[in-house]
């Protein structure tokens, strides 16, 4: 069972350099998300995509893009990567019903010089 | 934007020690979550609460909802090593609300 599979798993960027995360999940859920997690603060929501088709800002959604290319696969996108932007970021993925309970991919750690 | 007060921020233990952990917030909560990472990996869902008062059990784990509402708080018994790691609250404000709510962790670590 692969659940939430996230690619790359390492990355360094230059400032200005852009990149996409990719995300698939398996378990034909409905809702997928992207967080970041910064020491100390816990996760933030970028974007989600409640379901094929629709994708709605989180909390911090500034300085990224998102696209739901189908029902598996999610990516998440760095036009002009920032300092700021250095992170380990988690894809997830949950059944529309399940109110919160989500499966959560290995996270990919990006660093922005 | 609105995190909930997680406590204590780190935990050292000795095996065999019994662990509490809880989440405060100001505002009423539909739902808690709490759960779990290990270092290099996601999230794990450890035990999902829906209705005030409830609790439950998940082997040496027990959480519970809040009468209020407004907190949650979950036990280990009986720690073992595999127990380290940092778990997370999280919390839903409204029912179909996408954007959980989440708090900033409690590390634990075991003492040799």
């Known amino acids: 069972n692969a659940g939430v599979t996230q690619t790359p798993k390492f990355q360094v960027l230059k400032t200005g350099q852009s990149m996409t995360l990719q995300c698939a999940q398996d378990?034909?859920?409905?809702?997928m998300y992207w967080y970041r997690q910064d020491p100390g603060m816990g996760l933030r929501l970028i974007y989600y995509?409640?379901?094929?088709?629709?994708?709605d800002k989180g909390e911090v959604p500034n300085g990224y893009n998102v696209s739901r290319l189908n029902k598996r696969e999610f990516s998440l996108r760095l036009e002009s990567a920032a300092p700021s932007q250095t992170s380990v970021y988690f894809c997830a993925s949950s059944d529309q019903g399940e109110a919160g309970e989500l499966f959560f991919g290995e996270g990919s750690r990006l660093t922005v010089l | 934007g609105q995190q909930l007060n997680q406590s204590p921020q780190s935990m050292f233990i000795q095996e065999g020690e019994d662990v509490s952990m809880n989440c405060t917030s100001s505002s009423i909560f539909n739902t808690w979550l709490w759960y779990k990472q290990e270092p290099g990996e996601g999230p794990v869902l450890l035990i999902a609460l829906y209705k005030a008062g409830e609790l439950t059990s998940n082997g040496r784990l027990t959480a519970q909802f809040g009468i209020t509402r407004k907190d949650s708080f979950l036990n280990i018994s009986a720690s073992i090593p595999s127990d380290v790691g940092i778990y997370f609250c999280a919390g839903q404000l409204v029912v179909g609300d996408y954007q959980l709510i989440w708090g900033a962790g409690t590390k634990l670590i075991i003492k040799p």
């Open positions: 995509s409640a379901s094929e088709g629709t994708t």
């Open positions: 378990m034909n859920h409905n809702s």
